[in-house]
């Protein structure tokens, strides 16, 4: 069996509160879960199928190699420790590195220090068997490595991403306070979104949830929107492999085109940077653009989905200058929506109180380190109104 087809620990990191979205997406493609955690899920796989990871997972950040577990209380043991890696079987020496850490130890008070001695570790190492040091620094576009260090165990991860898998590629032109695309995509498996439906997204900003409601309904692999992936630079990984993994992953997108998608916002330049997004896309093609108030969206005669992302106090102005706009949210939820399911991503009590409507659901998720909900509200006719 050759290292590119045995098995490894490998995980699978996410933003806080996505973990449950991005163990289905594993489930569903095969791996079973190990083990889960605020930021991420374990799984067994082998370098082909983690190369697999990176291209399909909609909800993750990184996917990351276990390469070595070892014992070190301070930082001149990590160094010695990690200097007997065989680092030279993996990491070519004319090329660039990156470590990336995450510590808990007594004897460490500065944070960059580990990451110092590591690279100190890996360097000499390559100089000692080749006589060659890589060039390191923060740019994430090489091989990249990552330590994990609680107390004296240290585990170290090779990379197999780069630059976090929520980077597509695709947002050229972000507009204010754009969602996470990671975070769209789970927001959308919560409203087991599948394209066969209509869904619209007044207050749309950037595009983000269209965008990757667009690619979910075509079951366009994420990762194929941009080239470069850490994997990329390991010296012994099988490129042929990463080739057949793109071109199978080509292979998933299906022909028919979904259920209309409606893309709506009141600043026309959020319109012109969720065209411009979903052109890079390649979705420009199966979202309507509208400048208009979410009030005045058009709405297909086919029910569906409902979604508005809009402002939120403690990220943009204040909540007071809010609670109209949401009162008319609820009023355009019951009067124009009837009969859809509607769903409101935002934050704050008074902003969700103002809304109005019975939720059915309500799912939590952390935006930019602000503590959100989706709340979801089944609008038939007659919906009920809250009195203030
Ligand atoms: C938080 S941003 C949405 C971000 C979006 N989900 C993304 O990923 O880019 C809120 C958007 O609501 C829009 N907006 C605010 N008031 C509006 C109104 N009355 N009608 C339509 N859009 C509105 C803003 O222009 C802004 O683009």
């Not at 590119?4 to 449950?20: D, F, I, M, N, Y």
Request: glycine share 6%; with cysteine; proline share 4%.
């Amino acid at each position: 069996m050759t290292t590119q087809e045995q098995k490894r620990k490998t995980r699978v990191t996410c933003a806080p509160s996505l973990a449950p979205y991005l163990k289905a997406e594993l489930e569903q493609l095969g791996f079973d879960c190990l083990s889960m955690d605020k930021t991420g899920v374990e799984t067994l796989a082998t370098t082909t199928e983690a190369m697999r990871l990176n291209l399909r997972l909609r909800t993750a950040f990184h996917v990351l190699q276990r390469f070595a577990d070892i014992n070190c209380r301070n930082a001149d043991e990590l160094y010695s420790e990690a200097k007997r890696l065989p680092w030279d079987r993996v990491i070519d020496s004319a090329g660039f590195i990156s470590i990336s850490s995450n510590v808990r130890n007594e004897s460490i008070t500065n944070s960059m220090f580990p990451n110092m001695r590591l690279k100190d570790a890996i360097c000499d190492k390559l100089v000692q068997v080749g006589g060659k040091r890589p060039d390191a620094g923060s740019s994430t576009d090489g091989m990249v490595v990552n330590l994990h260090w609680v107390d004296n165990k240290a585990r170290i991860y090779l990379n197999m991403t780069g630059r976090k898998l929520s980077d597509r590629g695709y947002r050229k032109m972000p507009f204010m306070a754009p969602m996470r695309e990671t975070i769209a995509a789970s927001v959308l498996m919560e409203m087991k979104y599948d394209g066969s439906r209509p869904l619209v997204v007044p207050m749309c900003g950037s595009g983000t949830i269209a965008i990757e409601a667009a690619l979910m309904a075509k079951q366009r692999a994420p990762g194929l929107l941009r080239s470069n992936y850490s994997c990329n630079h390991w010296l012994h990984a099988d490129k042929n492999a990463w080739s057949q993994e793109r071109a199978d992953a080509k292979k998933l997108m299906v022909k028919d085109d979904p259920a209309p998608i409606i893309a709506s916002d009141i600043e026309p330049e959020a319109i012109e940077a969720t065209k411009k997004n979903a052109v890079t896309a390649g979705v420009d093609h199966l979202i309507d653009f509208h400048i208009c108030d979410f009030s005045e969206t058009p709405m297909p005669e086919e029910v569906g989905d409902v979604v508005l992302h809009g402002e939120y106090g403690i990220r943009l102005g204040e909540d007071d200058e809010l609670i109209s706009t949401y009162k008319r949210i609820g009023d355009f939820m019951k009067t124009t929506c009837s009969g859809w399911d509607g769903y409101v991503f935002t934050s704050g009590k008074p902003l969700i109180g103002a809304i109005r409507l019975k939720v059915s659901k309500r799912t939590p998720f952390i935006n930019a380190e602000i503590d959100c909900r989706l709340l979801r509200y089944e609008l038939y006719k007659g919906s009920k109104v809250i009195e203030a």
